[in-house]
Structure formats: structure tokens, C-alpha cells
């Protein structure tokens, strides 16, 4: 097994591996063409952890971990917070009353739509961010932009026309960081997440008698997630992200009570929080989140 690698979904440049960089500093980062690849890569030793986005302030959840985190044998070790800070990438040298198209993933298109009205730019939808990015610089043609990072400016030897075109000025997303081995916290370390899986029937009052417990612990929930699981319709699965170690008293009494109202009971990791939490501006923090929406740009 390799040691000091990170793997994550997308393109050398993108977002996530921006992301990995800034929370594993000087490991190599492993780009792979799906969130499953990235999975498959820790269980095959060609990397230690993988980075996997699960939401963002503007977009929402990320659908794909929903489906693909309760069969991925991998534990959630970490959570990293990661800005999104939109980039136009040109050819060196062009002037913006060159350009005639931007190029970038579908998400993050939805979020320069100031950028394209003011310039009159047609929009083109690519695979990811960092591939936009690749394309023009093979072009090399001053009419073709890429909305992108910085970093893939760097990688790809574009020059940056305009940094922060995004049109909110608060967009971050976060990642689960997983590993095939838990690092569990020890009961009583401040700021601890528990994450976890259950589910449900589709009867009356159901998630009501499993979420009482932990208000009357009081036991604070930071997300809950709710897709349909199977073909029945019959039950819901969840995801929920709570603060406190489940070896805690609060939390181990709210856990007990989900436990007898709910099943498949699964907790997915026991992790330190990010400082971001504590740090980021308010403005951030309470930024609301759609119920669903596509992934996050790559």
C-alpha cells in the first residue's frame, strides 16, 4: 500500500483536489473519473484515504455519496471544508472582448450567470471544472474561456482573466474524509461529529419517534438527509450528522432510542470536527441548503 496518497473524484485542478491538498499537505493527490473509482482506490492500496464531497452551500447534497457511502466499507476519519472560488482561465494574453464562450461544469455554470449576461458569453457544459480548463489550453484559442480554480490555472498554463466570478460570495463545500480504518476520537474529546445511517418505515410518526431522543438529550443535528431506498417505497433511509461521540451519555441515550424506532442502524464514522466550523463567518455558516440538488462542480 501506498502511503501519503489521497485519492478524490475529478481532475488534477479541480475543486476536490484543491481540497485534498490543503488538508493533507504534501501528499500526492490520485484524480480518478468517479466517486466509486476513488473508493475502490483505498480498498485496492493505491491510496490511503479518499476525499469525497457530500455537500455544498449553493448546490446541496451530492447525491452519488448517498447511494454509494453505506456499501463502501470505507470509515469517515474527517470532514474538510474547501472554498469554491470561480476563476475565468484564458489563453495568455486575451482580452475579455475576446472571448465568445465559457466552458465549465454544469454547477458551476448555474453560478456565473452574472458573469455570461454582462459579456454576452455562450454557456458550454464540460465533464468538470479542471477539464474545461485542459481543453482550452489545447485550443489554445483566445475566443474559448474555462471557469475554473486557480490551481488549474497553474496546472494547465492559463492565465486568470478575473478571479471570484461566482455570483454568491459564500460558496464552500464539504468532504468526508474516509480511510478503510476508523481513527475514532476518544469519548469526551471536544468537538467530535458522529455520522450515521437508518432507516425508517413510511408509517405515521415514525422519523418523529426516532429523532426524540435527541432533543430530549440534547443533541445537537448539523444534517439530515432523507432518499428513498429499494424499490418498495415502503421505507426511507437517512443520513444524519450529529455532534458528540456515541460513547458519550447524551448522544449514547439518543443512539439507543433511534436504535429501538429505527433499522439498519449504521454509524459511518466518529471524527473530529473541522476549525471551520468555529471560524468561518457567520454569513457562511448560515447559509441555507436546498433538499437535493446536482453535484458540486469537480
Known amino acids: 500500500m501506498m502511503d501519503k496518497v489521497i485519492a478524490f473524484q475529478g481532475m488534477h485542478g479541480a475543486y476536490s483536489d484543491m481540497a485534498c491538498r490543503a488538508a493533507r499537505p504534501g501528499w500526492t493527490t490520485l484524480p480518478c473519473h468517479t466517486f466509486a473509482d476513488a473508493i475502490d482506490a483505498v480498498h485496492a492500496g493505491k491510496a490511503e484515504q479518499a476525499m469525497l464531497a457530500c455537500e455544498n452551500s449553493l448546490a446541496g447534497r451530492v447525491p452519488d455519496i448517498h447511494s454509494l457511502l453505506p456499501a463502501a ?9 474547501q472554498r469554491v472560488e470561480h476563476c475565468l482561465l484564458v489563453v495568455p494574453g486575451t482580452r475579455m472582448d475576446q472571448i465568445r464562450r465559457v466552458h465549465t461544469h454544469p454547477v458551476a455554470m448555474a ?60 460558496n464552500t463545500t ?54 428513498m431506498s429499494g424499490e418498495t417505497f415502503a421505507a426511507t433511509r437517512f443520513l444524519m450528522d450529529v455532534e458528540g461521540h456515541p460513547r458519550d451519555s447524551r ?22 470536527q473541522s476549525p471551520f466550523r468555529h471560524n468561518a463567518p457567520a454569513q457562511e455558516q448560515d447559509t441555507p441548503r436546498p433538499a437535493s440538488a446536482d453535484a458540486i462542480p469537480g
Open 73 to 81: 466499507g470505507l470509515h469517515i476519519i474527517g470532514e474538510h471544508f
Open 111 to 170: 453560478q456565473i450567470r452574472n458573469l455570461l449576461k454582462i459579456h454576452n458569453l455562450t454557456p458550454v457544459t464540460e465533464f468538470d471544472t479542471a477539464g474545461a480548463a485542459e481543453l482550452v489550453a489545447l485550443w489554445q484559442k483566445p475566443e474559448e474561456a474555462a471557469v475554473a480554480s486557480a490551481l488549474a490555472a497553474d496546472l494547465y498554463g492559463l492565465e486568470i482573466l478575473q478571479r471570484n466570478v461566482e455570483d454568491a460570495s459564500h
Open 174 to 227: 464539504r468532504f468526508y474524509i474516509t480511510a478503510r480504518t476508523p481513527q475514532e476520537p476518544a469519548p469526551q474529546t471536544p468537538h467530535v461529529m458522529t455520522t450515521l445511517l437508518f432507516s425508517v418505515q413510511n408509517t405515521p410518526g415514525a422519523l418523529y419517534k426516532v429523532l426524540g431522543g435527541f432533543a430530549t438529550n440534547g443533541v445537537n443535528m448539523t444534517r439530515l438527509e432523507s432518499y
Open 251 to 272: 448522544l449514547g441515550k439518543a443512539l439507543a432510542e433511534l436504535e429501538f424506532f429505527s433499522k439498519n442502524a449504521t454509524i459511518l464514522g466518529v471524527y473530529k
